[in-house]
């Protein structure tokens, strides 16, 4: 049974900080690359950030180019984004999942979802 389970989403105000984590469980994922997805009421899931197996190589999505950085830490079996500078159109809940691959910025290309993380920003 594969779980992911995110934590440290909550209320701050514009120009905060926070640190999302995502722990997974069931088996371990340090092969396959990991992402950070968020949706806000009313639109689409857009991709936040991607990570490859190794951390070496990473993605992110135009709107947070520069505010937020994505991490993993394998011997954990763990995802975090970093989020800095935050702007109220960062409000989303926000997603982490495993790909089916060492790499990939497709959503159709991850398999695995955790179930979700509110963040607000206040302005």
């Known amino acids: 049974q594969v779980q992911l389970v995110e934590s440290g989403g909550g209320l701050v105000q514009v120009g905060g900080s926070l640190r999302l984590s995502c722990v997974a469980s069931?088996?371990?994922?340090?092969?396959?690359?990991m992402g950070w997805f968020r949706q806000a009421p009313g639109k689409e899931r857009d991709i936040v950030a991607a990570?490859?197996?190794?951390?070496?190589?990473?993605y992110y999505g135009d709107s947070v180019k520069g505010r937020f950085t994505i991490s993993r830490d394998n011997t954990k079996n763990t995802v975090y984004l970093q989020m800095n500078s935050l702007k109220p159109e960062d409000t989303a809940t926000y997603y982490c999942a495993v790909a089916n691959r060492a790499y990939t910025v497709y959503a159709e290309n991850y398999d695995y979802w955790g179930q979700g993380t509110q963040v607000t920003v206040s302005s």
């Open positions: 069931g088996r371990t994922f340090s092969t396959n690359g």
């Open positions: 990570i490859g197996w190794s951390g070496g190589r990473t």
